[in-house]
């Protein structure tokens, strides 16, 4: 009689020669099958079910099998899943294999078991950051894996696998990956799923808050004394928190904590909102006692604090099947916390901003929640979610046929390419554009603006006194300036030097639509237009202009090699400033004209039409004369133009 090692053994040698030499997952399940049942493998014949025995035998040898290739793998340095046997083989062998085991399961061969077991044990062998690649395939597999014939006995062994490599997870560094494991579980078990009962009623009591020892006369951050008393009695309710029964037990107590946090809070106002203080996520929150009077005028930290008050009250207030031994409020016990209940929502309501309805968001929450229990704890029955059926409309068409006829909801006004979902709002939304294609490529898709559209308010604010000033906002400015940069690059290096003034860059883009500045004189804004005009035109005859060569040495010209020094080493410091200087005289100009074709955003075509080659053009070329560039369309900046710019 052959021993058990043996068999496995066997097993083992088999699966991994058909692993090398066949390529369909159908032959490589029928030989690893054929190997237990001592009988030829036929193409199209059907496998008989193996027995209990043997599905341990297949399924251990089947574990080995993994082993080998996972230790392969690790030896040539290939990822697990993408190792292969053989060269010639098109399939990786630990997927070919892992499709096999899960492709015998809907024959009634094996149970579905087997394939998550070799998947748990994947996950169990490699490390956090390679197991994204098996957790990828088992989405990929999600269909199969939740056939009856297979969820039946694998759901459980993949909810292990999955919880296991949950823990492994850092919170900080993994989030995503975790969020995508939970995910998965949603998909694959049902609704009616009792894995998150929490039957035992278990609560985390390890962690715990520090309290510090204050010492008299502290002072916190704000530089005013330390109520000592008051800072260690709001942080011992993070006791009550953590261990809702204990709160119960200590009810007096509790709500006595609860009820001076709640004075203190009307005492004490709110002064930095949640826009103020961003929308980061603190998972534990320091308990300094000199922070603590900071916090609690945190518009998020109070909203934490007061949703924890209302979670523990929930649990205090429902009854529990879990343990019969937690104890449950009565009489006036129950009306002091329904009491309590009430001020921790009037709390925070009062809390900015839109208090209100985050406060009703919260009760609408915990009431689900509360349902949700309930239906738990009910053992999960399936008539809580069977939907009754919908009686027939009032106009529907009836077996008598004198009766009115049915009669159709006249579609929307707003559903003008036939698209009706019920409300006119959401017509109107998904009949903005014909089909989503068009709806990109429309001109305004409700996101970008365009230069004049994001300078138009600066246009108003300089015409109505009374318009939001927008014009000296940074936000804005920045945003604006990017958009005028590529149209106009003058207006923008006037804005800049204006510390980023919208306004001096209005009055060069539309000179017509602005305003005479105060104190300007009798100019009329014609003749600032064609003055604006006339600077162009010598700006461009600028650029054309000769300007004496570098010396033999290297070396610019005196008035040149000042001109430049500034910025050399940063190529915006030095666009902006030749730009800034074109405006002076010729010789800058022509100084402007070789950095912008250089390396400086694109100006407009009107102010700057000097662009010459790229600098890897311009690599090899030398550096002939300013006169000879001129002639020849060439431009001085770019590599070698820089090397020769140093005095």
């Not at 078990?189 to 998150?196: A, K, Q």
């Not at 925070?348 to 609408?364: K, N, Y």
């Not at 929307?412 to 006119?424: H, I, K, P």
């Amino acid at each position: 009689m052959t021993s058990y090692t043996d068999e496995v053994a066997r097993i083992k040698n088999g699966v991994l020669e058909a692993l090398g030499t066949r390529t369909s997952v159908d032959d490589v399940g029928r030989v690893a099958v054929s190997l237990l049942l001592a009988q030829p493998s036929e193409e199209g014949a059907s496998l008989k079910p193996l027995s209990p025995t043997q599905h341990t035998l297949f399924g251990n040898g089947l574990q080995v099998v993994v082993s080998s290739l996972l230790d392969a793998a690790l030896e040539e340095g290939t990822p697990a899943m993408e190792y292969k046997l053989s060269s010639a083989a098109k399939v990786p062998s630990l997927r070919l294999l892992l499709d096999a085991s899960l492709s015998l399961a809907p024959q009634g061969v094996t149970h579905g078991g087997i394939p998550a077991a070799l998947l748990e044990q994947v996950f169990d062998s490699l490390t956090v950051a390679e197991c994204e690649v098996p957790f990828a395939y088992l989405e990929e597999r999600l269909s199969d894996f939740k056939q009856p014939a297979v969820r039946a006995r694998a759901a459980l062994t993949l909810q292990r696998a999955c919880n296991l490599l949950i823990h492994r997870l850092s919170k900080s560094q993994n989030s995503l990956f975790a969020g995508q494991l939970l995910i998965f579980l949603a998909k694959l078990l049902p609704l009616m799923e009792r894995s998150g009962v929490n039957l035992q009623g278990a609560f985390h009591t390890e962690n715990s808050t520090p309290v510090e020892d204050v010492a008299e006369g502290a002072l916190d951050s704000l530089g005013k004394t330390v109520d000592a008393e008051f800072y260690g009695t709001f942080w011992s309710l993070q006791a009550a928190f953590s261990n809702p029964p204990q709160a119960g037990i200590e009810w007096s107590e509790t709500a006595r904590a609860v009820k001076i946090v709640l004075e203190r809070l009307k005492k004490d106002p709110v002064t930095l909102t949640e826009a103020a203080s961003g929308s980061s996520i603190s998972a534990k929150y320091l308990s300094g006692s000199r922070l603590l009077s900071l916090q609690l005028r945190d518009a998020t930290f109070r909203r934490h604090f007061l949703v924890q008050c209302l979670i523990l009250f929930q649990f205090l207030e429902a009854p529990h099947a879990a343990k019969q031994a937690w104890p449950v409020l009565k009489g006036r016990q129950i009306e002091e916390l329904k009491a309590l209940q009430e001020s921790v929502y009037e709390s925070l309501a009062s809390v900015p901003e839109r208090g209100p309805e985050f406060a009703a968001t919260i009760r609408q929450l915990l009431l689900d929640e509360s349902s949700w229990a309930a239906w738990k704890q009910a053992s999960c029955p399936k008539e809580a979610f069977e939907r009754p059926a919908a009686a027939p409309p009032a106009a529907a068409k009836t077996t008598d046929p004198l009766g009115p006829p049915f009669k159709r909801r006249k579609p929307s006004r707003d559903a003008v390419f036939g698209v009706t979902l019920g409300t006119e709002e959401l017509d109107r939304l998904w009949n903005l554009t014909e089909d989503n294609l068009s709806g990109l490529a429309a001109e305004d898709r409700g996101g970008f603006k365009t230069v004049s559209q994001l300078m138009e308010p600066v246009l108003e604010e300089m015409t109505d006194p009374e318009a939001p000033s927008l014009s000296k906002s940074t936000m804005y400015s920045w945003r604006t300036l990017r958009m005028v940069a590529r149209v106009n690059l003058r207006a923008f290096v006037a804005s800049v030097q204006a510390k980023g003034d919208l306004q001096v860059a209005a009055r060069i883009m539309y000179p017509n639509r602005c305003p005479e500045p105060a104190g300007a004189g009798t100019a009329s804004s014609g003749e600032a237009q064609e003055g604006g005009k006339q600077e162009d035109v010598e700006m461009a005859e600028a650029s054309a202009a000769p300007v004496a060569s570098p010396s033999a040495g290297g070396g610019l010209a005196a008035s040149d090699a000042g001109d430049g020094e500034e910025g050399r080493s940063d190529a915006d410091a030095g666009l902006l400033g030749a730009v800034a200087e074109g405006e002076a005289g010729p010789e800058t100009a022509s100084e402007d004209g070789q950095i912008g074709g250089g390396r400086g955003p694109r100006g407009d075509e009107a102010d700057s039409p000097r662009t010459g080659p790229s600098g890897d053009e311009r690599a090899g070329s030398g550096s002939p004369a300013p006169g000879s560039q001129a002639a020849s369309g060439e431009d001085p900046s770019g590599p070698a133009g820089d090397a020769e710019m140093e005095p």
